[in-house]
Each structure stands twice: as structure tokens, then as C-alpha cells.
């Protein structure tokens, strides 16, 4: 991930138009004008050689010519020639490039970022419509018209589909900071561009139309960091399923082409929309609007039939609607006529005018009641609507005014004429209005997703029961053991004592070769269950039951063995190519209260492994009720997992039925997670059935795909794992044996009792300030990583288990220079706990490739600043205060070029 001379890009002060034209209808002319028409703030010069002018400006013959290097080039010239004007280009000391031209494809891209890349030269495109930055007056597009200066930023694949969006968002007086036309995303892409609009203040929201992602895991952790500064929001195409592929498991096979990007979305914290226009309805609603911390909306109406529609809407989205307390119910009694719906919707009859519509707001926005409220309007002779909406936005303005508690409120007002004014009055207000009563509730939802997935990224997850003790190399034994054979597929026998390994429990299996073999496995499975359960073994056959290859509930040996010959004759029938090993033969669990689930694994072409959890049994396929999600996972991520799917409701009881162990089935999806993130042999898990009742969850039966890691390499995991490889056991003289390894998220609950052992002058030097608030959203962004981005490491006392001392680097975008920060109990300095952290980051650093380590310390910070000296620091005055020294420490490495 890179932002490096991406400010050449977004802020230029000086641009070359190289390809400018005269012909009648040719790019090059087309752009000229546009960016002549827009105004640019900057120095803009137009290059080719045969001409002198164009459009009455100066024309350069050559780009060696122009009088300055111009921070921006943009190219229109003809495919062959683009790569020798970009290395041109950075030659003269140019930094950017659009590239509008089409066709630079194989050798051709190649040579044009083989050109770009001595000097760093950022390319966007090629085969784009252009960049348009409109508070700059920059069109360097062929678009029909400029986009109006606003504060959205809108980055987009198609080209064209940015021409149809300027005329709609020009006609509704939409704005926009940036427009991004992508194009072929040869090198600038949607991660770069999420990582630099991070930290832009001219934009309030990003917006997305996406085809497609060239890196996941940068798209990731761009992403991450953007959503948590302002909305983020994506309309993806390409939602079908025609692009499932065949695969061995069920998980590969129901996956499809779009379960990967949805799991990706959330775990980003990005709000997907189905449509064009709720890009712009979600950043309206989103970037205007007070967090939502709850899902229960209020309906406020003068039409029943219109509040009852929004209720509807409401439900089938699953948003809750308000409950009204007796409290509330009885303030609101005061205020409205006895004729009230004295329910949610909250219908104030169609008389009702502004004074009423104002007190009852009042009362509902005093309660507790709701997260946000949704007021509507059908428009009577009996009232103003107008009247109505400025006495709406009256009440909102007093409460924020005074200080009181904010909730979104939300405006329907219906008709055209009739709600002009009003509509017009809300928007300079700040308050979301919406045409019809089902964009309103769309609207709420969207409010409730994004806060849903912003909660997310801040979660403290419980530990994993046991703790994140695995037994890896016996994994790795398994599946060396397998490839050096030949398999693909592992055996069930292995497949089970595969998953065993990461503490998932699975029924006792055997495998034999013969069905007198059965017969004798059969006797001691009876014996100790009742019954036995016997499975063909065979490569060759995926689906087992398709072909009559799973005898269930055999309570004899006798019916074991008859069941295995059996199977070998059908088989012989159905498929006579089908390579039979032998037969695995297992206990019958005949628990009839039990749940039938499914958790499964396989690779997405852009993100890499893609876990699955939902309603397992044979007739998988034909539910269809499942949910995706990328690793690692912890408990809060699984529960949410399974939340998505019809089967969470059967999971937690009905009729007879008990709730299920929940908590079990979570830390299954937890550990196998962790199983697919260390192993990358493997390409596909079903795990089905997984068998959940109230005593806990067993695998019944299970199918892994594999392959050699080193001939055929996995996609890489989009979300970088926790890196356990770094895990440090170590004897300090007066400290005993200590802990020092990476962060955890469940760090959290650590922290309060260290800084109880911090002492207020520490934390001064540590943070340059008074001590920090310790809240939560705090301590989640310093337990809560992106692995990366950055490395925190905890020092752990293992007697205790209190945290002792913890230093943390934090990374640049571009991976060449970190910032680093540490900090140590104060009743613990001196005994060489700083030292040993230091020199732990300095490892991870050099291992990374880092170039460079640097950071601030205050002049009075003696200690750390001697440690610096030895360690090898340099240590110089910071330019830009005189109270702080500026360290630095070179690594071997240079930055990467």
C-alpha cells in the first residue's frame, strides 16, 4: 500500500496536457477545453508538436520543453507511445500521470510502469475517463460537464456509469470534492486511494462503484482506516451467482462470485447499497446525521396508512420498531387529542398541525423510548406542511441548541409541490428527507448497518476458552503426511484428527480397508454407543450419500458388515472407476434434539480463504442459508456470523426444542479459523454436519481439500493474522519469566490495572499530555491492530498475567518508516524490560523490511533518551518544537523504491 506522491495526483499546482488536440471530436481536444472551461487554479500547459496553440494556448513541442516539471501529466496520445512519455515525464521531475488512452495492455503496461517506476511516478489508469477536481476547477476528463464543488468523493471503475452520475447528482445540487475515474488500475487503485482520502478534510464520505479489487489485503486495511474517520460507502456489480465454480465441498460450491466481497465489506466496516442512488442517499443520512446506537425507530404521522407502509417496510428490513413507555404514552396524551394511535406508529391524526407536530416530537425525543425517530407528512388542506417543517426543524435546533440528547430524525414529507419548501427547509438543517416512506426506512437502515459495523471494529472479544494453545505441528504432520502421498483429499479419519488438532470435537472414527474389518469395529462401537454409523473412503466420491455410501443407526455388526458389501456392489454399478480405500466407521450420536450446521472453507479468487457457517444436513444446497466471513475470527465475529443466517433462530430454542451450546458452535468457527490461517495447504472444509445441542458441538463428518502450498501458493488471507510467529518467552533477573508477544484485542481489560502502575509524570512523557481517558474507545484503538499497519508488543508477567510494559511501532503507508512508542510500569523501570521490548520492535522492523524507525521523546525523557544512544539512535532536536528531540534509527533496508 502506497500514498507516496499521490498529493501529485490530488493537488497538483501545475498540469500538462500531453495529446492536446485541434481535429473536431477528438479526445484531445475535448479535454483541452474541459480543463480550459474549469478554471484550474493552477499553471496548465498543453503539449504537441504540431501545433503552437490551441484553444489560444501556448503549445509546447516536447515535454523536455516545458518550462517547469508539472506535478500532473495527463495523456491522450496512442497506446504505443504512452510508455516513452511516462518515462519522459518523470524524467523532467513530474510525480502523477492520468492515463485516458485505451489499450496499454501487456508488453505495453509493462513498459509504462517499468518507465514510472524510477521515479516513483503514480499512474492512473490507463483506459480511464479522468480525474475531476472540481475545488480546484481541474476537468482533466472527457466528461460531458464538471461535477459542482462539494465534499463526497466518488471513486469508480466505469468511467461512463461517472458521466451519468455528474447529470444526476448536478440536477439534485450534489457535490463533490473528488471524481476518480479508475480505469485498468494498473497502479493507483481503490486501496491507495481509500488510504490517502483517509485523512483528506475536504471530504465528508467516500463513494464507491466497484467491478473489481486488485489487492485485497490493501483494499482491506485501506479500507479499515478509512471507515473509522468518515462513511464509506460501495455499490459493487456482479451480485450473481453464475460465477460459482464446481468445487469438491458445499462451501466451494454456494460461495459464488459475490460471497467474498460481502464478508469483506463488513469486516472493513464499508456500507454496501444495492443502487446508484442510495450511494448519495447512505452519505447524506451517514455523514449528517448523530450516531445511531440502537436499531428501535419512531414513526410520527398525520396518515395511518403512510405510518403503517414505513412499519411494514421496517420489519421486513428487521429494524425494530419503538416501544412506548407508560410514561411516554402519558406525556404524549397531554398533548395530542384523545384520537391517537397510542402505539408506534405514533399517528396524530390528520388535523394535526404544527404545534401539535412540534410537542409531540418534544416528548418523543425527551424519551428514551427511541434510537431515532422518523417523522412524516401527507399534506392536508388543514395545514401548512411548510408551517409543520419549520416547527419541526425548530425542535431538533433547541435541542442541539441547549445541549440535550441528539437522535437522528429523519423527514418524509409526501407530494411534490406540497413538500417543496419543506424538503428544501430540512436539507438546511441537516436533516435527511426522503421522497417516500420506504426511502425513509431505507435510510434509517443504512444509519443501522453502518453503526452496527462500526461497533464492530471497536469490540472487545472475549478470550477463546483454553486460550490460543493449538497443536500445530501435529496439523502440519497430517498434511505433509497426505501430499507426500499424493491425496488431495484428505481421508475423513485424517480430516477429523486434522480439525482435533485445533480443539474441535469430532465423533470417534476408525478406518478400515475391508467389510470384515467393519465388522469388527462395528462390535466395539456398539458395544460403547449403541450403534455405529459406516462411510465409503474414496477420492473419487465427494457427495457420499449421492451414491448410497453412509449407512446410519447399524445395531449389529452383522448390519455393518452387509452394509459395507453392499456399498461395494452399488458403487461397482454407479461409478466403476471409483477407487474404493476402505470404509471409515464411527459412533452413531443419535441425539434427535440436536441442530444440523455447517461450517466450511474455501478460497475466493480476490480475498483469499472465505469461511461459511449455516443450516448443514444434506439438503445444504437446497436451503441456501448461510454466511460468509474472512479469518481470523474471534467469538463476537463468529456470533455475528451466525446471526445472519434463518438457523440462528432455531439455535436458540423453540417448541420442545432446547437452545444450543451458541457459545460452542462460535468457538468451533473461532479455532477452525485459526486452523486455515496457520495451514496454507488447505483449499476447502465442510464440515458437515456439525452436530449442536445444549451440551456442546461435534463434527459428524468431514471433507478437506489440499495441495502443496510451495507448487500451487493460496491466495493470501486479506486480513494480515495475529502473528504468533512472534511470541517471545524470556527470563528477566527480578521480573521472572515474561510474555512478550503481539497484542490482542482482549488486551483491553490489562490496561486499567497498568496504568494504575503508571505514574501521572510517565504518562506525561509517554503521550505529551495529561493522562489519558481510559474508555473504551481508547484502549480499543490501542488493542485493537491492524497487523498491517502496525505491531504492538505486551510484556506479560506468565505468573500473574498483568500487563507490565508495552512499545508499539507504527507504520507508514508505504511500509518504509515507522513511528515507534513506549511505555513501561514505573515500579518496573531499570530492570531492563524497556530494553528488551526495544529490541523486539527493532527485529520486527529489520524482518519487515522497514527502513527506517523514528520517533519523538520529550527533552526531559532522560532515560529514553540514553537508551535511544545505545541502541544506536541518533538523537537531534525536532525542527518543529523545541521542547521535543527527534530519533531516528536507520535499518538496513532502504526505501523501497
Not at 471530436?25 to 475535448?30: E, F, K, P, R, Y
Not at 498543453?46 to 501529466?73: M, Q, T, W, Y
Not at 469508480?156 to 461517472?162: E, F, H, K, P, T
Not at 486455515?676 to 495447504?681: S, T
Amino acid at each position: 500500500m502506497t500514498i507516496r506522491n499521490l498529493d501529485a495526483l490530488l493537488r497538483p499546482k501545475s498540469v500538462a496536457l500531453i495529446g492536446a488536440g485541434k481535429r473536431p471530436g477528438s479526445v484531445g481536444l475535448i479535454m483541452a477545453r474541459n480543463m480550459l472551461r474549469a478554471n484550474f487554479k493552477g499553471t496548465l500547459r498543453f503539449v504537441n508538436p504540431k501545433h503552437r496553440e490551441i484553444e489560444g494556448v501556448a503549445c509546447f513541442p516536447s515535454i523536455a520543453a516545458l518550462p517547469e516539471a508539472p506535478d500532473l501529466g495527463v495523456i491522450v496520445t496512442p497506446p504505443q507511445t504512452v510508455p516513452g512519455i511516462v518515462e519522459e515525464l518523470g524524467a523532467k521531475g513530474c510525480r502523477a500521470a492520468v492515463v485516458i488512452t485505451a489499450g496499454v495492455r501487456g508488453d505495453l503496461k509493462t513498459g509504462m510502469l517499468k518507465a514510472a517506476k524510477p521515479n516513483i511516478l503514480r499512474i492512473q489508469g490507463p483506459n480511464c475517463l479522468g480525474l475531476m477536481l472540481p475545488a480546484l476547477g481541474l476537468d482533466a476528463s472527457f466528461s460531458h460537464e464538471p461535477p459542482i464543488a462539494g465534499d463526497l468523493a466518488f471513486l469508480s471503475q466505469s468511467g461512463a456509469l461517472i458521466t451519468g452520475v455528474i447529470d444526476w447528482a448536478k440536477s439534485r445540487n450534489i457535490g463533490f470534492s473528488h471524481v476518480v475515474s479508475l480505469g485498468d488500475m494498473a497502479d493507483v487503485d481503490f486501496g491507495d486511494l481509500l488510504d490517502y482520502l483517509a485523512g483528506d478534510v475536504k471530504s465528508r464520505a467516500i463513494l464507491l462503484y466497484m467491478e473489481s479489487i486488485t489487492n485485497a489485503a490493501k483494499f482491506m486495511s485501506a479500507a479499515r482506516r478509512a471507515s473509522r474517520s468518515k462513511p464509506v460507502i460501495v455499490v459493487k456489480s456482479g451480485r450473481g451467482t453464475s460465477g460459482a465454480k464446481a468445487a469438491l465441498s458445499h462451501t466451494g460450491a454456494m460461495a459464488g462470485t459475490d460471497g467474498g466481497y460481502d464478508a469483506a465489506f463488513k469486516r472493513a466496516g464499508v456500507l454496501r447499497v444495492p443502487e446508484l442512488h442510495d450511494l448519495f442517499t447512505a452519505a447524506e443520512i451517514l455523514a449528517r446525521q448523530p450516531a445511531l446506537v440502537g436499531d428501535r425507530l419512531a414513526i410520527l404521522t398525520n396518515g395511518g396508512g403512510a405510518g403503517v407502509l414505513a412499519a411494514d417496510h421496517l420489519a421486513l428490513l428487521g429494524g425494530q420498531p419503538a416501544a412506548l413507555s407508560e410514561a411516554t404514552r402519558a406525556e404524549l396524551d397531554k398533548v395530542l387529542p384523545p384520537t391517537w394511535s397510542h402505539g408506534d406508529p405514533i399517528d396524530i391524526i390528520g388535523d394535526a398541525d404544527a404545534e401539535r407536530y412540534a410537542k409531540a416530537l418534544g416528548v418523543l425525543l425527551a424519551s428514551k423510548d427511541a434510537d431515532a425517530i422518523l417523522v412524516m407528512n401527507c399534506p392536508t388542506a388543514l395545514a401548512s406542511s411548510e408551517e409543520i417543517a419549520t416547527a419541526v426543524t425548530g425542535v431538533v435546533k433547541e435541542r442541539r441548541a441547549k445541549g440535550h440528547r441528539t437522535i437522528p430524525v429523519l423527514a418524509n414529507w409526501l407530494g411534490v409541490e406540497a413538500s417543496r419548501g419543506a424538503r428544501k427547509l430540512f436539507s438546511a438543517s441537516g436533516i435527511a428527507t426522503f421522497d417516500m416512506p420506504a426511502d425513509a426506512v431505507d435510510g434509517f437502515m443504512d444509519l443501522v448497518r453502518h453503526s452496527r459495523a462500526q461497533e464492530q471494529l471497536a469490540r472487545t472479544p472475549p478470550s477463546l476458552p483454553g486460550g490460543q494453545t493449538f497443536d500445530s505441528a501435529t496439523a502440519d504432520d497430517i498434511l505433509k503426511g497426505a501430499l507426500a502421498q499424493g491425496q488431495t483429499v484428505l481421508v475423513e479419519k485424517d480430516a477429523k484428527d486434522l480439525l482435533a488438532t485445533y480443539g474441535i470435537a469430532t465423533v470417534p472414527t476408525v478406518l478400515v480397508s475391508t467389510p470384515e474389518e467393519v465388522f469388527c469395529s462395528a462390535s466395539s462401537f456398539i458395544k460403547d454407543y449403541g450403534a455405529c454409523v459406516v462411510k465409503v473412503s474414496s477420492k473419487d466420491i465427494s457427495h457420499k450419500s449421492d451414491v448410497g455410501g453412509v449407512r446410519l443407526g447399524l445395531t449389529r455388526p452383522e448390519e455393518a458388515k452387509q452394509a459395507a458389501e453392499d456399498m461395494l456392489a452399488r458403487i461397482a454399478l454407479k461409478l466403476p472407476n471409483a477407487r474404493v480405500e476402505g470404509f471409515t466407521v464411527q459412533a452413531m450420536i443419535n441425539n434427535a434434539r440436536g441442530l444440523e450446521l455447517i461450517l466450511g472453507m474455501t478460497v475466493d479468487d480476490a480475498f483469499g480463504p472465505l469461511l461459511m457457517f449455516g443450516w448443514g444436513g444434506t439438503a445444504v444446497e437446497v436451503m441456501r442459508d448461510t454466511a460468509y466471513a474472512l479469518p481470523p475470527l474471534d467469538l463476537n465475529l463468529a456470533t455475528d456470523m451466525m446471526r445472519e443466517t434463518r438457523v440462528w433462530r432455531l439455535m436458540q430454542g423453540y417448541r420442545d426444542r432446547p437452545k444450543v451450546d451458541i457459545d460452542a458452535v462460535a468457538e468451533a468457527l473461532v479455532r477452525m479459523s485459526y486452523l486455515v490461517a496457520r495451514h496454507p495447504e488447505i483449499r476447502e472444509i465442510d464440515i458437515n454436519p456439525l452436530l449442536a445441542d445444549p451440551s456442546g458441538a461435534m463434527a459428524l463428518d468431514a471433507r478437506v481439500r489440499i495441495a502443496d502450498a510451495r507448487k500451487e501458493p493460496r491466495v493470501p488471507m486479506a486480513i494480515r493474522p495475529y502473528p504468533s510467529e512472534w511470541e517471545r518467552h524470556l527470563e528477566i533477573d527480578t521480573l521472572g519469566k515474561v510474555l512478550i508477544r503481539p497484542i490482542r484485542p482482549e488486551d483491553e481489560l490489562l490496561y486499567q490495572d497498568f496504568f494504575a502502575h503508571v505514574t501521572l509524570d510517565d504518562q506525561r512523557l509517554r503521550f505529551f499530555s495529561a493522562a489519558p481517558d481510559l474508555s473504551h474507545r481508547f484502549l480499543a484503538r490501542l488493542t485493537q491492530i491492524d497487523y498491517a499497519r502496525e505491531i504492538a508488543f505486551v510484556a506479560i508477567a506468565k505468573e500473574s498475567g498483568a500487563l507490565l510494559g508495552v512499545v508499539r511501532l507504527i507504520l507508514d503507508p508505504d511500509e518504509t518508516e515507522g513511528e515507534y512508542a513506549i511505555l513501561v510500569r514505573s515500579d518496573l523501570k531499570g530492570l531492563g524490560l524497556g530494553w528488551r521490548l526495544m529490541q523486539q520492535v527493532i527485529a520486527y522492523a529489520e524482518a519487515h523490511r522497514i527502513g527506517e524507525i523514528q520517533g519523538l521523546v520529550l527533552r526531559g525523557n532522560r532515560t529514553m533518551l540514553d537508551m535511544c544512544r545505545k541502541l544506536g539512535f541518533s538523537v537531534e532536536p525536532d525542527a518543529d518544537d523545541d521542547k521535543v528531540m527527534r530519533v531516528v534509527l536507520p535499518l538496513a533496508r532502504q526505501h523501497r523504491a
